[in-house]
């Protein structure tokens, strides 16, 4: 391993150093949405029932109580419980504003190294070549077809290590997208169905 690494030149450090910083932020993202992920059914089910009585303070609690992106957007709507169906949205909007660019930190980060890692390998393959085709030039005599077959063999390491580094970040970070748009598209159903639940028999609207 260490000997692929030297003979790839000075951009297998980079691609490496790539490889580290993917597989730390996407550690990093998997656990903060699966600390972030709740049932969602048991959690609405239980807010339901206590939204229909009007304890606004115990549904408070529970929102405090559970962990989540989800949890905290709804905390914002029912403590606006006295204003109108607009404005206890637009406090859930303003809190999801908030939630949704915590849950996509990062990932730009590990979209860029996806995207730079083959240009980074394709890089280091083209310096290689040069360095080969230099060697040709300056070596005295026949060229051996054994080192021609070596430094190319050289050059072409850092555009496979680049793909093996690009190919699962790019895996990874579309996996992560996929968590964020479905955490997404939970927080506004349970955010419409709080302003449904609050302002039901008092502002005149029915679910």
């Avoid at 405090?64 to 949205?89: F, Q, S, W, Y």
């Avoid at 072409?156 to 580094?165: C, P, S």
């Avoid at 419409?192 to 679910?207: M, S, W």
């Amino acid at each position: 391993m260490i000997d692929i690494l030297v003979k790839g030149g000075p951009l297998m450090y980079l691609i490496l150093l790539c490889s580290i910083i993917g597989v730390s932020i996407f550690l990093e993202r998997f656990i903060h949405f699966h600390r972030a992920s709740i049932d969602t059914q048991q959690f609405m089910s239980g807010l339901r029932n206590i939204l229909r009585k009007r304890n606004y303070t115990e549904a408070i609690t529970i929102c405090d109580e559970t962990p989540g992106p989800i949890a905290h957007v709804l905390k914002m709507g029912i403590m606006c419980h006295d204003k109108n169906r607009e404005a206890i949205k637009e406090a859930m909007e303003d809190a999801s504003l908030y939630e949704i660019p915590r849950l996509e930190r990062k990932l730009v980060v590990l979209s860029t190294i996806a995207h730079i890692s083959p240009l980074l390998g394709l890089l280091g393959t083209v310096s290689g070549m040069i360095n080969t085709f230099k060697k040709i030039v300056i070596t005295p005599g026949p060229v051996n077809p054994s080192m021609l077959a070596e430094g190319i063999w050289e050059a072409l390491i850092t555009t496979a290590a680049g793909l093996v580094v690009a190919i699962p970040c790019y895996v990874a970070y579309n996996y992560l997208i996929s968590r964020v748009d479905s955490l997404s598209v939970e927080m506004e159903k349970c955010a419409t169905e709080v302003a449904n639940l609050i302002t039901e028999d008092r502002d005149g609207y029915e679910i």
